[in-house]
DNA sequence: CCGCCTCGAGTTCT
DNA sequence: CTCGAGGCGG
């Protein structure tokens, strides 16, 4: 476990772990001359059962899995929709739903006049899924895939209680009736489901939209069929045959004729005030369900309006999505620690009695400093109010006062470093408070993981637990060290195999050839980073130059000024940094100026921010594509931002501070065709 | 000197 | 994601 994994990483490393099983499931039953002893093999296994398991939706039927012996099962095949499936775009607060009422009005005129009508549902926080009745007859249930082309599920859905498989009409079926829906799990059938997975010794899945979509894609048709799975339609999609409707509201009452599942709970509402209540009621009563919602959607329902208001390339107008605030929660901050990181900063951090928020466990949470602390006036024995910011990182928002127990203590910084007792210091003027003994072996471990990571030298296989391994058995102490490393000794260790040892031979060596500016990441300079360190081997073109420099020279390059300049003086000053580099030259690492690229240089100039989860780009490879062109990728929006690129599952605040600025928001093939040619589409 | 814009550093859980 | 702080233009 190195540093947190992309869900791309994740993905690639379930490739990886299946082609591998594949191979040795091949060498042990069909050659039967396995390479592998059968304990390696159900380690792997294992951890690509786990990983699966953590991510449902990177399941696939030809999983090694989801097999018994070595021969291959059919895969899902792909289904393209007769109609794209698209997202909805998202509100995340009462005024971004008024800006999206107000630009109906604007677009549709006059029409605003007498009052646009909406039909409001519940967002249910499902598996989102595609059911075609040909004739009246259940022909196939797709997935959403990319919204053009699915998977086919036929066989799974069918099992569930609530898809008919056959319409109920009076006369002639329509020849086409194709609706959409999403396939829940009720919250009753979550615990039943988990219950029996904990007597049985399984793993128990997290929440009901991962267990939904993991019984979906079972490769068993009759695994789906024990999992009381439900389903909500809510919209019609190609249709042939069927009558002429006027309003969305009568075709889900015509849908309901048919006995398909329509939401008891969708309502007509006439104004934007009757569908910001709307908003509040189900906000408050969320939990009066039996299944998860994670915000309410509400539609235009005249559909001679809708196609006037048409689509954009991602998603209808004539809809939105309003997501609910991340839930917060009330726990027990037991107590306040801190850490110290490769810088010895020290950062204290709550420690949690549990709490299940957001989706995930949750039982630390950052206060990033002293002022924090006080700022936000919690103290150990609070009961606490917990909430994940933006969706993923678990943020502590400030004490339930009514249920301070009197005289409760406040926090009392520590004084002293809890790894290696040495003093914490806090300089005037400074907030953050540091661990000033350079041995300090959290610092030294924390500097190690660092050098190794991959903003930095990237050597796999020698993450926090081997490096930590490492330190204890004396086998490291230094980063030049990993460069002479005792390889005798460390076969004699507990898990370290001829294999892993070659394998972590080539990754060290492997690591030689990392371009300087990778190098100077790994050092860990104060105020150094990756940009920093990518101008300065650029403009020094190899460490002995930027070794020389004054800090008069440093201080010139654009985008360094004294601070920087200086903090890098003092790192090359230091004898022991000298001694360090004289190693690591020795070992042969490489010295020299930036890697060329050969790209051309079509971003020179621009700024692209990217949000959410790309197809064909990892996050770091679409920041890498962008910069190899000659653009940059910072982390925010700003007003000299040139374009945001949005995938899968976006930041909400980059997205609006994007339209708020008039900066163009791409998709991923449009952010291809800016790679190719420098153009904005129009 | 102030107000952007960026960058760095640390962080959570699966 | 969030906070703090460096760099730089006005």
């Given at each position: 476990?190195?540093?947190?994994p992309s869900?791309t990483?994740v993905?690639?490393r379930?490739?990886?772990l299946?082609?591998?099983?594949?191979?040795?499931?091949h060498?042990?039953y069909?050659?039967?001359?396995?390479?592998?002893?059968d304990?390696?093999?159900?380690?792997l296994?294992?951890e690509?059962?786990?990983l699966?398991?953590?991510?449902?939706?990177?399941?696939?039927?030809?999983?090694?899995?989801?097999?018994v012996?070595g021969?291959a099962?059919?895969?899902?095949s792909?289904?393209?929709?007769?109609?794209p499936?698209?997202?909805?775009?998202?509100?995340?607060s009462?005024?971004e739903l008024?800006?999206?009422?107000d630009?109906l009005?604007?677009r549709l005129?006059a029409?605003a006049?007498?009052?646009?009508?909406?039909?409001?549902?519940?967002?249910?926080d499902?598996?989102?899924?595609?059911?075609?009745y040909?004739?009246?007859?259940l022909v196939?249930?797709?997935?959403r895939g990319?919204?053009r082309v699915?998977?086919?599920?036929t066989?799974?859905?069918?099992t569930?209680?609530?898809?008919?498989?056959?319409?109920t009409?009076?006369?002639?079926?329509?020849?086409l009736?194709?609706?959409?829906?999403?396939?829940?799990m009720?919250?009753?059938?979550?615990e039943?489901l988990n219950?029996?997975?904990?007597?049985?010794?399984d793993?128990?899945?997290?929440n009901?939209?991962?267990?939904a979509a993991g019984?979906?894609?079972?490769?068993d048709?009759?695994?789906?069929?024990?999992r009381?799975l439900?389903?909500w339609?809510y919209q019609?999609?190609?249709?042939?045959?069927?009558p002429?409707f006027?309003?969305h509201?009568e075709?889900?009452?015509?849908?309901?004729e048919?006995g398909?599942?329509?939401?008891?709970?969708?309502?007509?509402?006439?104004?934007?005030?009757e569908v910001?209540?709307?908003?509040?009621h189900?906000?408050?009563?969320r939990?009066?369900?039996?299944?998860?919602?994670d915000g309410?959607?509400f539609?235009?329902?005249?559909?001679?309006?809708?196609d006037?208001?048409?689509?954009?390339?991602k998603?209808?107008?004539?809809a939105?999505?309003?997501k609910?605030p991340?839930?917060?929660r009330?726990?027990?901050?037991?107590?306040?620690?801190?850490?110290?990181?490769?810088?010895g900063?020290a950062?204290?951090f709550?420690?949690l009695?549990?709490?299940?928020v957001?989706?995930?466990?949750v039982g630390?949470?950052?206060?990033?400093n002293q002022?924090q602390?006080?700022?936000?006036?919690?103290?150990?024995?609070?009961t606490?109010i917990?909430?994940?910011?933006?969706?993923?990182i678990?943020?502590?928002?400030?004490?339930?006062?009514?249920q301070r127990?009197?005289g409760?203590?406040e926090?009392t910084?520590p004084?002293?470093c809890p790894?290696?007792g040495?003093?914490?210091?806090?300089?005037?003027g400074e907030?953050?408070?540091f661990?000033?003994?350079?041995e300090?072996p959290g610092?030294r471990w924390?500097r190690?993981?660092h050098?190794?990571?991959r903003?930095?030298?990237?050597?796999?296989?020698?993450?926090e637990r081997t490096i930590q391994?490492?330190?204890?058995?004396?086998?490291?102490?230094?980063?030049a060290?990993?460069y002479?490393l005792?390889?005798e000794?460390v076969r004699g260790?507990?898990?370290?195999?001829?294999l892993?040892v070659?394998n972590?031979?080539?990754a060290?060596?492997?690591?030689?050839q990392?371009?300087?500016?990778?190098l100077?990441?790994?050092f860990?300079?104060?105020?150094?980073g990756g940009t920093?360190?990518?101008v300065?081997a650029?403009?020094?073109?190899?460490?002995?130059?930027?070794?020389?420099?004054t800090?008069?020279?440093?201080a010139?390059?654009?985008g360094?000024g004294?601070?920087?300049?200086?903090?890098?003086?003092q790192f090359?000053?230091?004898?022991?940094?000298r001694d360090l580099?004289?190693?690591?030259?020795?070992?042969?690492?490489?010295f020299?100026?930036?890697?060329g690229?050969d790209?051309?240089?079509?971003l020179?100039?621009m700024s692209?921010?990217?949000?959410?989860t790309?197809?064909?780009f990892?996050?770091?490879?679409?920041?890498?594509?962008i910069?190899?062109?000659?653009?940059?990728?910072?982390?925010?929006?700003?007003?000299?931002?040139?374009?945001?690129?949005?995938?899968e599952?976006?930041g909400?605040?980059?997205i609006?501070?994007?339209?708020?600025?008039?900066?163009?928001?791409l998709d991923?093939?449009a952010?291809v065709r800016?790679l190719?040619t420098?153009?904005?589409p129009?």
């Amino acid at each position: 476990m190195s540093s947190r994994p992309s869900s791309t990483d994740v993905a690639a490393r379930v490739e990886a772990l299946r082609a591998e099983l594949a191979h040795h499931a091949h060498r042990y039953y069909d050659l039967d001359d396995p390479e592998i002893s059968d304990a390696d093999y159900d380690a792997l296994e294992r951890e690509l059962r786990a990983l699966e398991d953590a991510h449902p939706e990177l399941m696939s039927v030809d999983s090694p899995t989801q097999k018994v012996g070595g021969s291959a099962q059919a895969q899902f095949s792909p289904v393209v929709h007769r109609l794209p499936m698209m997202s909805l775009d998202n509100a995340f607060s009462p005024e971004e739903l008024s800006a999206w009422g107000d630009r109906l009005v604007k677009r549709l005129g006059a029409d605003a006049d007498t009052g646009i009508g909406f039909v409001c549902e519940l967002k249910i926080d499902g598996f989102a899924i595609s059911l075609t009745y040909e004739h009246g007859d259940l022909v196939r249930a797709a997935t959403r895939g990319d919204g053009r082309v699915g998977e086919d599920m036929t066989a799974n859905v069918a099992t569930i209680g609530s898809v008919p498989h056959r319409l109920t009409t009076k006369g002639t079926p329509p020849a086409l009736v194709e609706v959409r829906g999403e396939v829940y799990m009720p919250l009753a059938a979550f615990e039943r489901l988990n219950e029996r997975q904990r007597a049985a010794g399984d793993k128990v899945f997290a929440n009901p939209r991962n267990s939904a979509a993991g019984s979906v894609r079972q490769k068993d048709p009759s695994i789906t069929a024990t999992r009381e799975l439900s389903l909500w339609t809510y919209q019609l999609g190609a249709t042939e045959g069927t009558p002429t409707f006027r309003r969305h509201l009568e075709t889900l009452e015509w849908m309901r004729e048919l006995g398909l599942p329509v939401n008891p709970e969708i309502r007509s509402l006439a104004t934007l005030a009757e569908v910001e209540a709307f908003c509040n009621h189900w906000h408050e009563h969320r939990h009066d369900l039996d299944f998860d919602i994670d915000g309410v959607v509400f539609n235009v329902d005249e559909l001679r309006l809708r196609d006037e208001l048409g689509s954009t390339s991602k998603a209808p107008r004539w809809a939105i999505a309003y997501k609910f605030p991340p839930e917060e929660r009330t726990t027990l901050l037991k107590d306040i620690m801190v850490s110290i990181g490769r810088t010895g900063k020290a950062t204290p951090f709550a420690v949690l009695e549990p709490v299940f928020v957001g989706g995930s466990t949750v039982g630390m949470a950052t206060l990033h400093n002293q002022d924090q602390i006080k700022v936000k006036d919690v103290r150990p024995g609070d009961t606490v109010i917990v909430r994940k910011a933006g969706d993923v990182i678990p943020e502590v928002v400030g004490p339930v006062l009514a249920q301070r127990s009197d005289g409760l203590a406040e926090f009392t910084f520590p004084t002293t470093c809890p790894v290696c007792g040495g003093p914490l210091v806090r300089l005037e003027g400074e907030s953050d408070t540091f661990c000033v003994n350079a041995e300090c072996p959290g610092q030294r471990w924390a500097r190690l993981t660092h050098f190794t990571s991959r903003g930095a030298m990237d050597i796999e296989g020698l993450g926090e637990r081997t490096i930590q391994l490492f330190l204890s058995e004396g086998l490291l102490h230094d980063i030049a060290d990993i460069y002479s490393l005792d390889w005798e000794r460390v076969r004699g260790l507990e898990g370290f195999g001829d294999l892993s040892v070659s394998n972590l031979q080539a990754a060290i060596e492997a690591s030689k050839q990392r371009p300087l500016a990778n190098l100077l990441v790994g050092f860990g300079i104060r105020h150094v980073g990756g940009t920093v360190s990518r101008v300065l081997a650029a403009a020094f073109g190899s460490m002995d130059a930027l070794m020389t420099a004054t800090v008069e020279e440093v201080a010139a390059v654009e985008g360094i000024g004294p601070v920087i300049a200086t903090s890098v003086q003092q790192f090359f000053a230091s004898d022991a940094n000298r001694d360090l580099i004289e190693r690591l030259r020795v070992a042969g690492l490489n010295f020299q100026g930036p890697e060329g690229n050969d790209e051309p240089q079509t971003l020179a100039g621009m700024s692209v921010v990217v949000t959410g989860t790309l197809e064909g780009f990892s996050r770091d490879g679409a920041e890498d594509a962008i910069k190899a062109r000659g653009g940059k990728s910072p982390g925010s929006v700003s007003k000299k931002t040139t374009a945001v690129v949005v995938g899968e599952s976006p930041g909400a605040a980059k997205i609006t501070k994007a339209e708020e600025l008039g900066v163009p928001v791409l998709d991923e093939a449009a952010f291809v065709r800016l790679l190719e040619t420098g153009e904005l589409p129009i």
